[in-house]
């Protein structure tokens, strides 16, 4: 999404070492003034969150350098004597702000808010990630017809693999020239997770927990790899594996819609008003006709790209598969369409996204490579293959500045994962390759159930949230991996 650096540049910045950045950063313990709370910007509307910014370096190979500002938020433990810390929170991306999380966790109109035992054992702590929303945002500059095409782009030949390679190589340029093009090589999951250090000590706090989703149970890891004995309790939901967001967990979205979709067919034939199919074969049917038809004929706006992805996208919960049943019924006799709110800034979701997907690790830069992915995964998983395997602006990235940091066994055991069987963002193949480089540092719960996100908010599997609940309010994590079955609803 930003143009690319100079080569130049490129290698000399991936020259250079990092790997004691992060043993510098936990040995240095603070004691910076009390922060200034105060009121949260206008666009976090939560009225129990209290705000405030937090300097840190843009570079952290040079700690007396630039500085930006990362905004910090926190709902406060009403039950001082039941209090042990701070609750870090991260809720995915990336590219999502954090700050208006903790007012969501603790909101008692969600279905399941976070727990009161848990909310009275910590302050709830929120941030935007450096490059997102309050804390130095980036811009691509990216343009509606960039937008619209949303984050998966489906090519239906090899030719359409080239001409997604150009609007690819545009976005990268146009990263790489922006106003904002200075942050770009520092935009990294672990210049994030050093953020977090520096939001511990200014927080006085000699440990942090953490709850970490999707995206943000990368982070967690790569935080509690970094400074291991600055985690207390570390809870990640809906895992990534080892790597992070990188190339191969890109394609394995493919793996999660194939795991997932049975879920919203098995809905759909339930559901017969809604004319997709009396049976799940004929609702499995009915997507490939529509993709098909909008591949030749878009209605409304949305060709057979964009209704791949928005399908993928709705099943992320089990409440908007009543909205995709809605949406393939209105495509499927040209009628208006559900609204569909849109974040307030879009620019920014996308840019800093691409930020830190590509600078994290290396991408593959033969089109050709790409190409020869496409057809494999258009056949192995014909639903959403062909996307998940295209080409994306990351081909065009220049190195990263660091290599990623590499997630072990090494640290205390403290650290609980929790994994849908069926989530289609963040399938369990990652969650069991995140679980085996742990070793005994974690223990891993899963519940049989669809969707991303397995505890509190949407979640609803009560062996699930109540394995996790106990974890951060007494520490207590089961002997062994835990299998919660599935559940009547």
């Not at 220049?398 to 072990?408: L, N, S, T």
Request: net charge positive; glycine share 8%; with cysteine.
């Amino acid at each position: 999404m930003r143009k690319a650096l100079s080569a130049a540049l490129a290698v000399a910045v991936a020259a250079v070492a990092m790997a004691s950045v992060g043993g510098m950063s936990e040995a240095t313990t603070s004691s910076a003034a009390p922060l200034a709370w105060g009121p949260c910007p206008a666009d976090v509307l939560s009225p129990v969150l209290q705000c405030t910014t937090i300097a840190v370096p843009l570079d952290y190979r040079e700690p007396e350098g630039r500085k930006i500002d990362i905004a910090v938020s926190r709902v406060v433990s009403r039950n001082p004597s039941e209090r042990r810390g701070v609750l870090v929170t991260n809720p995915g991306g990336p590219g999502a702000g954090g700050l208006d999380y903790p007012g969501l966790l603790v909101n008692p109109a969600v279905p399941k808010p976070l727990p009161q035992v848990v909310q009275d054992r910590y302050d709830v702590i929120g941030f935007d990630p450096r490059g997102v929303g309050h804390s130095a945002p980036v811009t691509c500059d990216v343009t509606p017809e960039q937008i619209a095409r949303r984050n998966f782009w489906y090519p239906e030949t090899a030719a359409g693999v080239r001409k997604d390679a150009r609007v690819a190589q545009a976005i990268a340029r146009q990263c790489a020239t922006s106003e904002t093009a200075s942050l770009l090589p520092h935009i990294t999951t672990a210049n994030t997770a050093r953020d977090m250090d520096r939001i511990r000590q200014a927080l006085g706090e000699p440990k942090i927990s953490y709850l970490g989703t999707s995206y943000g149970t990368y982070l967690g890891a790569v935080y509690t790899t970094l400074f291991p004995q600055r985690s207390d309790r570390f809870v990640l939901d809906s895992n990534l594996g080892p790597k992070g967001f990188d190339h191969t967990a890109l394609q394995r979205t493919a793996v999660g819609m194939h795991d997932r979709f049975p879920d919203f067919a098995k809905f759909a034939a339930a559901n017969p008003q809604y004319g997709l199919g009396r049976t799940p074969q004929q609702v499995r049917a009915k997507y490939f006709e529509l993709a098909g038809r909008l591949a030749k004929q878009p209605v409304q706006g949305i060709d057979g790209s964009l209704f791949r992805g928005i399908t993928f996208d709705s099943l992320y919960s089990d409440v908007g598969l009543t909205t995709l049943a809605a949406l393939w019924q209105a495509l499927d006799n040209n009628q208006p369409l559900p609204p569909e709110p849109q974040p307030a800034d879009v620019d920014n979701l996308i840019s800093s996204r691409h930020h830190v997907l590509c600078g994290d690790s290396r991408w593959p830069k033969s089109v050709r490579s790409y190409q020869r992915d496409v057809v494999a995964y258009r056949l192995a998983y014909p639903l959403n293959g062909a996307g998940a395997a295209n080409i994306t602006p990351c081909a065009y990235w220049p190195a990263p500045v660091e290599r990623p940091v590499r997630i072990g066994d090494r640290g205390p055991s403290n650290v609980l994962m929790v994994q849908n069987l069926r989530d289609p963002g963040t399938p369990l193949v990652g969650a069991r390759e995140l679980r085996k480089a742990f070793g005994q540092r974690a223990r891993m719960v899963t519940a049989d159930q669809g969707g991303h996100g397995a505890y509190v908010l949407l979640a609803q599997n009560t062996c699930a949230n109540d394995t996790v609940t106990t974890f951060l309010a007494t520490g207590q994590r089961p002997q062994h991996d835990r299998a919660c079955p599935a559940e009547p609803r």
